[in-house]
């Protein structure tokens, strides 16, 4: 390398790390102006500093954020709703009185209704989850309608994707879904059935119905294990 293209080169790199230094300043000033538009219409954001907003990033009335989450483009945070640390939110709409977090994530298509719960480390993508039903942890919920006064369980997975398309899950009102549970998408849970823990549902379950796949326990007595 010449000397001359040794200073061309190090002109540019200064040039982008001048150009990455204002894009920077200019993303952190544009926050301090959103976050400020927020506190002043009566959000409560706590540790403002570390919680990120989108220009349309729209707030109801009474509501927490707690530290660290971030706002995608196309959010809508209804009355009294409160949102815990470390939650990502992008293209959802939140009702009144709704709690999600901490450690959430909520993808594109994601409605929550009134009084539902979505608790940590829950995955949700074109879903709507209805009045007063939770999905209190460790799960995913795709491609899926859940009707009012539902409880998915610890683990529940619903298997959208086939490895070429998407299917529907529906699960009807007051609907229990027992822990580590896989719902195979499409089907329907239909009103006031229950699915026991643990299980795989392939086919639709009937109205008042308990369904339960898991295999039958074994116990063998006195058992001893091989030696190496």
Known sequence: M????????VKKNSMNTNNKLNKANTYRLSQEVLRNKALRK??????????????????GKNVTVEPYVVFGSKV????NSYIKSFTHIEGTRIEKNVVVGPYARLRPGTILK?????????????????????VN??????DTTIGKNSNIGAGTITCNYDGFNKFKTKISDNVFVG???ALIAPVKLEKNSIIGAGSVISKNVKKS??????????????YKRKKK
């Open 114 to 134: 009134s009084n539902t719960k979505i608790g940590n480390f829950v995955e949700t993508k074109k879903s709507s989850i209805n009045t007063n039903s939770k």
């Open 76 to 79: 809508r945070i209804g009355d």
């Open 179 to 181: 822990s580590n549970s």
């Open 2 to 9: 010449t000397y001359f293209s040794y200073i061309i080169n």
């Open 42 to 59: 009566g959000v409560n954001l706590i540790a403002p500093e570390t919680i990120f907003l989108s220009k349309d990033t729209f707030f």
């Open 209 to 222: 119905s308990l369904a339960i796949t898991r295999s039958s326990q074994i116990e063998v007595k006195n």
């Open 137 to 142: 942890h460790l799960s995913y919920i795709g």
